[in-house]
């Protein structure tokens, strides 16, 4: 989201106008996409197969974000399904997050997100517990970035200890205990999904326990299509399984048919009521090529499976043992229009994200020194200096030494003592 503010602290007309933008979210297990194990191999699990497979299901879906487990730990893997998979053909626009492998897995997490419409801010390490638990931080992009502040979204990505079992239960728990403590410590932050392959059969499991019924409430998360229980085997909740695609074992792909609801997409408070300038779109979510249909039956078994095109079905079926799941999100922009009377400039302008130094282009009525000042969301001043102006257009380059990554309030006093205030992403 863009909102470009301007306060005055005596007349001024103003004119918002608010725009939506709509992103669509893909997360999928990738069964061991890179790997050759003793058991997904390249006959079973052929990478080149995988790479037209997931093209197919990304070129249907159409994600702007893509989250994945189990691809390799290998960097050179991750850049393969970048270029093989996503950017093809006519397509040029997906970037990859960073990669981290601090719990030393041989398979990891990996986002992909549209450079149309997303910028990667940072990534860190909720938790290294077997797998490490990424916390993907990215900010909406457009060309009026510029013209104010933008909006964050943070993609917890996690693949949880698969089996049944009360050891691998309770390890489930510790990995998600370990999430939900690192969410409490940054509780300042906004706009968080959490998604991934968590390996849980019903809503009572410890580990989704914590992040469904947390005794933090502020720090819950919400199933967006509100179908919690006893998932497992329950042809009740056929609608939601993502696992099994396959009726029988090929040795790398799980059998079983479809059966277990094990792949989620879980939305913060914040994203479920829009309190922040993002919100879920319902009745998006849903397991892609999942009819319901097909309770401990392959996706593409009898009765004919309509949900999605043959080739995508195809695709599924054969890419992975796990369907993928999407939903969509809507993003606020709001733009405002303003006239100013009584200040000494009619504009600032500035090159948005701020590097090292910030670039100003300041439209003056009056030669003039304005005060710049600089905030932290919490209110603190951390920069202040005198800006010389004359009449007509400045072109300004201000350092910022020290100043850490983060969103900072910007304001601007002429010698009357009106204000622009912007907001922009070091």
Not at 125 to 144: F, G, P, T
Not at 247 to 260: L, R
Not at 267 to 276: M, W, Y
Request: glycine residues 6%; hydrophobic residues 35%.
């Amino acid at each position: 989201m863009k909102r470009f503010s301007l306060i005055l602290s005596i007349a001024f007309l103003s004119l918002s106008l608010l725009a939506q933008d709509t992103l669509t979210m893909l997360q999928y297990n990738l069964l061991n996409y890179g790997n050759n194990t003793g058991y997904c191999n390249s006959g079973n699990n052929n990478i080149s197969d995988k790479d037209n497979y997931i093209k197919t299901i990304v070129n249907y879906i159409k994600p702007d974000i893509f989250t994945v487990n189990e691809i390799s730990e290998s960097p050179a893997i991750h850049q393969r399904l970048l270029d093989n998979a996503l950017n093809t053909g006519s397509t040029t626009h997906y970037r990859l997050a960073e990669t981290t492998n601090q719990a030393g897995s041989y398979i990891v997490n990996e986002l992909y997100y549209n450079y149309d419409k997303l910028r990667f801010y940072s990534v860190s390490v909720a938790q290294n517990y077997i797998r490490d638990a990424n916390v993907y931080k990215l900010y909406y992009y457009s060309s009026d970035l510029a013209q104010g502040d933008t909006v964050f979204i943070n993609c917890i990505v996690t693949h949880l200890k698969a089996g049944s079992g009360t050891d691998n239960s309770n390890k489930r728990k510790i990995m998600a205990q370990n999430i939900m403590n690192w969410v409490a410590n940054h509780d300042d932050e906004t706009n968080f999904m959490l998604m991934g392959d968590f390996n849980v059969y019903t809503d009572e499991e410890p580990a989704i326990v914590q992040f469904l019924y947390n005794s933090n409430s502020s720090i819950r998360f919400n199933d967006p299509v509100n179908r919690l229980g006893p998932w497992n085997n329950n042809s009740n909740y056929a609608d939601v399984h993502t696992q099994s695609t396959h009726a029988s074992s090929n040795d790398c792909a799980s059998g079983g048919g479809m059966d277990d609801r094990f792949d989620f997409i879980l939305i913060s408070n914040d994203v479920k009521n829009g309190t922040h300038d993002v919100s879920y779109i319902p009745g998006t979510y849903h397991a892609v090529g999942q009819d319901g249909k097909h309770f401990n039956k392959s996706v593409n078994s009898s009765p004919t499976n309509t949900s999605v095109p043959s080739d995508v079905l195809n695709a599924l079926y054969h890419n992975s043992d796990h369907l993928p799941v999407t939903m969509k999100i809507k993003v606020n922009k709001t733009v405002g229009i303003s006239e100013w009377k009584n200040s000494a400039f009619a504009e600032v302008g500035f090159a948005n994200p701020v590097g090292e130094k910030l670039k100003l282009t300041i439209e003056a009525k009056e030669t003039n020194r304005l005060t710049l000042q600089i905030f932290s969301l919490t209110g603190a001043k951390v920069f202040e200096r005198s800006v010389d102006v004359v009449k007509g257009t400045n072109y300004k380059e201000i350092s910022l030494p020290g100043l850490n990554k983060g969103l900072y309030v910007m304001k601007f006093y002429d010698n009357r003592g009106n204000v622009v205030v912007k907001k922009f992403v070091r």
